[in-house]
């Protein structure tokens, strides 16, 4: 398993490299996921391009979330307390020119990590509130949630296979200015309950994509989706979860040139869990800004960082690092 600090930095090094040839440009959302600890159970699908290449395209995806909630009401109680990492490898089968098959096969590592006394520094650098973060043991790992129904408690570090993601889609409309294209999946119950790499539970979801290009001269090209998933009965999500999930986002590319360009995007979905606590009963919001380098005709890099504007939804902050290959 590749460390998350390698690939930051290897990415950096692939975002330095020259260009070897010019070719037409990768365009893809940022691959963002929301991995609050009861969140990330849910097979809740990442943006991506409507757009379908002949062949075997690959990302290999390496995301670190710091975690820190601390809220109760008379009923509830949830804590969350550590570090998540998210290590994928997306694989997409263009098996005609408007078919494509997928899969994510995730690595999945709880911990106390090690960004806590950056992620505090920060907050006093700023004069930021940290939500009493600073006041709780630094690099510790708690993931706790007193619910109607029972407890869900993860106190140990873990890590494990995920559960993995298979999908189909088709593309409807190809033109330069739009793509748009519909797909169901299937989230298999693959990572383990018992150490939150998995719900335990399957999931099945439909979304519609949409890819475009700015008709001027701008250099802008956008994506979105809309969808919805249907999740299956989960132990760790305890009775108060939701049945359907709701979700959708927007993502903006800027070419600054023929080699960089700058990612602006949002993602969302509906409450995961029927509950009084924001952090798991209202709607999630994450904000996101990468930059992405062209290395070759057929490779790119990113790095970025998503927050949750939407405060405690999701993780505090989310750094994240991607290669991608396309055909």
Avoid at 237 to 247: G, P, T
Avoid at 252 to 278: C, F, K, R, T, Y
């Amino acid at each position: 398993m590749v460390a998350p600090r390698d690939l930051f930095i290897w990415s950096v090094i692939l975002i330095a490299l020259p260009l070897t040839a010019s070719a037409e440009r990768i365009h893809e959302p940022l691959r963002v996921e929301n991995l609050s600890p009861l969140t990330q159970l849910i097979g809740l699908p990442a943006q991506r391009s409507a757009d379908i290449k002949t062949g075997l395209s690959i990302s290999w995806h390496s995301d670190i979330a710091t975690h820190f909630v601390a809220r109760e009401s008379e009923n509830e109680r949830v804590f969350f307390d550590g570090e998540t990492q998210k290590h994928s490898l997306d694989l997409r089968w263009g098996l005609a020119p408007n078919w494509e098959l997928s899969a994510q096969l995730p690595f999945i590592q709880h911990g106390g990590g090690f960004l806590d006394s950056y992620v505090n520094g920060w907050h006093d650098f700023f004069g930021m509130s940290d939500g009493g973060r600073s006041q709780f043991p630094e690099d510790r790992i708690r993931y706790q949630f007193n619910g109607i129904a029972g407890q869900s408690l993860l106190e140990k570090s873990a890590s494990g296979l995920g559960d993995v993601t298979l999908e189909l889609a088709r593309i409807s409309e190809r033109q330069r200015t739009l793509q748009t294209a519909y797909a169901f999946g299937y989230k298999a119950p693959s990572g383990s309950s018992a150490d939150w790499t998995g719900s335990g539970a399957s999931d099945f979801y439909g979304l519609a994509r949409f890819s475009g290009a700015h008709l001027g001269n701008l250099r802008l090209y956008w994506h979105g989706q809309l969808g919805v998933i249907r999740v299956g009965d989960s132990d760790l999500l305890s009775a108060q979860q939701e049945n359907w999930v709701y979700f959708a986002g927007l993502s903006a590319e800027w070419l600054l040139s023929d080699q960089w360009a700058v990612i602006v995007q949002v993602d969302s979905h509906s409450a995961p869990m029927n509950s009084e606590l924001g952090s798991l009963g209202k709607t999630a919001g994450l904000l996101s800004l990468g930059v992405r380098r062209q290395v070759t005709q057929h490779w790119a890099v990113d790095i970025s960082f998503a927050e949750d504007i939407i405060v405690e939804t999701g993780p505090d902050i989310i750094f994240k690092a991607a290669i991608h290959y396309r055909p």
